[in-house]
């Protein structure tokens, strides 16, 4: 069964073709992805490794050119303002995903590139620093909360069912038959399937077996 698996493997990465010049019109964002080198932080043909313009420049052409200036408050080229209502826009004037480094702004204006040490948090660029976790907006949460759980900056996620937020990071608040009745429970409360390493069923401790053994319907035998 391994050696099928792994037969399968093989083809499937097998197939797929490296990104060159005779495979790609536009530019090569990984070894096997051809994107459409149109945009600015993907910009690039013919094969090459795509190239991410600058906040100061936009993809025209596959190529990164500076922005357009204003003589007399009138720009020669590109859009005139921004009309994205929930992000920043990009130099070509379409809307950015915000709370990116490299693109940070309020909304309907454009984007800015916050500096190394520096994160995006809702449209402004901030301190990096972040003792608990950011949330979907780039909000710096406490980490501490069920529904926002997390530490050292990372993304803010949501505890689980008999799950709470302790330290930063979801434990369980309970293990038994009601909640684990086809596994055992872990020192944690964690409930584990039946295996070798955490035998067990009907919410009983979980074992390890030994030596030759093997878990046989939550017994090692």
């Not at 009983?204 to 046989?216: F, N, W």
Request: glycine share 14%.
């Amino acid at each position: 069964m391994r050696w099928s698996l792994l037969v399968v493997m093989l083809f499937v990465f097998g197939c797929q073709r490296p990104c060159d010049r005779s495979t790609c019109d536009g530019c090569c964002a990984s070894a096997t992805e051809c994107v459409e080198g149109a945009s600015r932080l993907e910009c690039g043909s013919a094969g090459e490794a795509c190239v991410r313009c600058t906040s100061q420049e936009r993809c025209a052409a596959a190529k990164c050119e500076a922005l357009p200036v204003v003589d007399a408050g009138i720009v020669d080229a590109g859009p005139t303002g921004c009309a994205c209502n929930t992000s920043c826009c990009l130099p070509d004037g379409t809307c950015a995903p915000n709370n990116n480094i490299d693109a940070c702004g309020p909304s309907r204006a454009f984007c800015g590139t916050c500096a190394a040490d520096q994160r995006c948090e809702v449209g402004v660029c901030v301190a990096a620093a972040c003792g608990g976790c950011l949330d979907p907006i780039g909000a710096c949460r406490s980490g501490t909360d069920d529904v926002a759980c997390g530490a050292d900056g990372g993304i803010c996620v949501g505890c689980g069912t008999d799950q709470t937020c302790n330290g930063g990071r979801c434990v369980f608040t309970r293990c038994d038959a009601q909640n684990c009745r086809f596994g055992c429970c872990q020192p944690d409360k964690a409930c584990a399937s039946p295996a070798v390493m955490s035998c067990g069923i009907g919410g009983d401790p979980c074992q390890v077996c030994t030596g030759t053994q093997q878990c046989l319907g939550g017994t090692c035998q």
